[in-house]
């Protein structure tokens, strides 16, 4: 069994044939699928989601990109899912992106801080997005004593791998991995220790090769994990127990999705 530990199946790109992408990959060898709601309009798809499949999960929160979206209104919505869908086992993505800067740096960091805080009243791990703020990102972790979540989709080097784990966070490779193989992710790859490592899509974003530039899924998440358990060096069976055990771990050990199963 695989796992999409971060997709977003709420957006648009899979309006037309939504059912038929969870179903291929449900019905295939996809054991978990965990969607991720990134701003306001995407929150009631997601729920909706996660009550209509058994294994699928969702994680809500606002993206870096639209941080100037955060209000007291959003606030509000946010955890009126959280409280009523215990489904939602995780806060996110949330982070800092300074290379679009889609939202001011400045509010970028206090929104993050905001979300870190409000992910820990309701005891979620978060899923971070950062992209060429590495430093900031670290300090706003630290600062705020975070220690539950996962660095999604990781773009940095083996250093700063260290640095992430040794704060609690747990490493999701994406289908990046598997364009061209640049020396830094091949580290990355081979550091991360076994209980930390998460695998993901991003769908529809970031399609792996042989579907690179195509819509991804949550199907594709398999190349990912090949190539994954090649730059180790080690059978892929152990690198899907392996992410199987630590996606348990981290979403689905909290109890809004111990409840969540009990319904
Ligand atoms: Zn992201
Ligand atoms: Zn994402």
Redo the contacts with the bound molecule.
Sequence with gaps: MFIDS?C?LEMESFKKDRDEVIKRALNDNILYILT?GTEEKYFKTVSELTKQYKNLYGAIGIHPHNSTQLNEHTEKKIKEFLNINKKIVAYG?IGLDFFKNYSPQNIQREVFIRQVLLAKDFELPIII?SRDAKEDTLKILKDTKATKGVI?CYSYNKEYAKKFLDLGFYISISGTITYGKKQDAVDVVRYIPMDRLLSET?APFLAPVPFRGKRNEPLYVKYTVETIAQLKGINIEEVKIAIFENFKNLFLNSSNANEGNNQ
Excluded: C, Q
């Design positions: 971060h977003h991720v993505e997005h999604h991003d």
